[in-house]
């Protein structure tokens, strides 16, 4: 019943930190459209030279992409030019929007035009380490490379003695890093799925603070959904985090994370455009909340990605429910 969608290629894996949890989310894709009676193509990404990965795409004869490639490459707009550049439909945010999302000084620099709340925070790079720059903001702070995803490289800092092995740490993975004021309070994370907010979920971190290993890590992290939240607290970070995503031009899905502080004041962290993609990623828990299951989510992004795009609006796929 979905012979006219043809192929379906899910672009996972890559060179960045993030690979092995994007393997894990391709191959959960797979499964998924599999049973539903796609004919799925996998496609690991083994290089980042734009020409071999065209080749590579080309060559694989699909005819719509599924990125599942979270972090450097496959998160930053890179792929997304060249599939662009081969008129090639895929799934999510273009190009632009991508980068925009991944480089969190734009993204930041965007919400403060747009009056979308986040962190005060300032710019450092290598060759300027003035910390005389950012004490207003205070302490703790959070230092973050500029481009990162799952808190890879980010330290929470407590004592100003602590700053330079985050910087250290930071300037590992970039050449430039956020120094960021510490939201007290209740972190939380919001599902877009075309246009709509899906319900908040509640972050409850075990460890100091939501970092890769607590993310990734069974039994690290307590998930709590519904949100131990008022209902204006929801309604407002659920308009926020809407708000972020079109800010930055995405479409089809995003996860934005925020931070609620004492007085119920929420404040967008960041927006993550290809966010962990497994049935038990935040996404696909607050999916399922509303009712959408692992699979249905899946055909559902197929059909925004051909919905978007002019020659394949005659075949969207039906569901078999």
């Known amino acids: 019943m979905y012979s006219n969608v043809g192929k379906v290629g899910v672009i996972l894996g890559g060179l960045s930190s993030e690979r ?41 004869g699909i005819d719509i992409a599924f990125i599942a490639m979270h972090g450097r490459f496959g998160e930053d707009g890179k792929l997304q030019h060249i599939l662009e550049s ?57 230092i973050k490379p500029k481009s990162q995803g799952s808190s890879i490289g980010v330290s929470f800092v407590n004592d100003i003695n602590d700053l330079e092995d985050a910087f250290k740490t930071a300037f590992s993975y970039d050449d430039s890093v956020i120094v960021e004021e510490c939201i007290d309070g209740v972190e939380l994370t919001v599902g877009i799925l075309d246009d709509h907010a899906l319900e908040p979920i509640q972050i409850v971190s075990k460890s100091s603070f939501f970092d890769f290993k607590a993310k990734y890590t069974k039994g690290m992290t307590d998930y709590v959904l519904p949100a131990d939240i008022n209902e204006r607290t929801r309604m407002l970070t659920q308009s926020l985090a809407l708000k972020a995503h079109k800010a930055l031009g995405c479409r089809h899905f995003s996860r934005v994370d925020l931070m609620v502080d004492r007085d119920n004041n929420p404040y967008v962290l960041e927006v993550n455009t290809i966010p962990g993609f497994t049935s038990t990623s935040l996404l696909p828990k607050a999916a399922l909340y509303e009712g959408i299951t692992f699979s249905q989510l899946c055909i559902r992004l197929i059909n925004l990605a051909l919905r978007d795009t002019v020659i394949h609006k005659d075949y969207l796929l039906s569901s078999k429910q």
């Open 86 to 142: 081969i008129n090639m439909v895929y799934i999510g945010s273009d190009s632009l929007a991508s980068a925009l999302a991944m480089d969190k000084i734009s993204s930041k620099r965007i919400f403060k035009e747009k009056n979308i709340p986040t962190p005060k925070y300032k710019i450092l790079n290598k060759f300027d380490r003035d910390v005389s720059n950012f004490k207003s903001l205070g302490m703790p702070l959070v």
């Open 20 to 60: 092995e949890v994007s393997l894990k989310s391709g191959h959960a894709i797979i499964e998924a459209l599999q049973k539903e009676g796609l004919i799925v193509k996998e496609i690991d990404l083994n290089t980042e030279k734009p020409k071999e990965v065209e080749h590579l795409i080309k060559g694989s």
